[in-house]
């Protein structure tokens, strides 16, 4: 059973910085592309972030470019995020994906919340 979950989200005051992560488990992810989602309420899910294999290619939403960071670690089959200097409207619920071709697998979530 394939499994991501997530971890390290809560609540921070603007312009601080959290740490998320996520583990996956249940299949190898040899060739997937793994990154972030997020959703705000009252939101449609946006794309935050993306990193590929081999790690070469990185890819951010221009709402997060300079202040996220993505990083993967394919022996640990992690992959995380760095959020820094953020913002109220950072605030969401993140997810977690493995894509690929027509695979797509989601994690559960994990809340961040940014007090102003």
């Known amino acids: 059973q394939v499994q991501l979950v997530e971890s390290g989200g809560g609540l921070v005051q603007a312009g601080g910085s959290l740490r998320l992560s996520c583990a996956a488990s249940?299949?190898?992810?040899?060739?997937?592309?793994m990154g972030w989602f997020r959703q705000a309420p009252g939101k449609e899910r946006e794309f935050v972030s993306s990193?590929?294999?081999?790690?070469?290619?990185?890819s951010y939403a221009d709402s997060v470019k300079g202040r996220f960071t993505i990083s993967r670690d394919n022996a640990k089959n992690t992959v995380d995020l760095q959020m820094n200097s953020l913002k109220p409207e950072d605030a969401a619920v993140y997810y977690c994906?493995?894509?690929?071709?027509?695979?797509?697998?989601w994690g559960q979530g994990t809340r961040v919340t940014v007090s102003s």
């Open positions: 994906f493995a894509r690929r071709g027509v695979y797509n697998y």
């Open positions: 249940g299949r190898t992810f040899s060739g997937y592309a």
């Open positions: 990193v590929s294999w081999s790690g070469d290619t990185t």
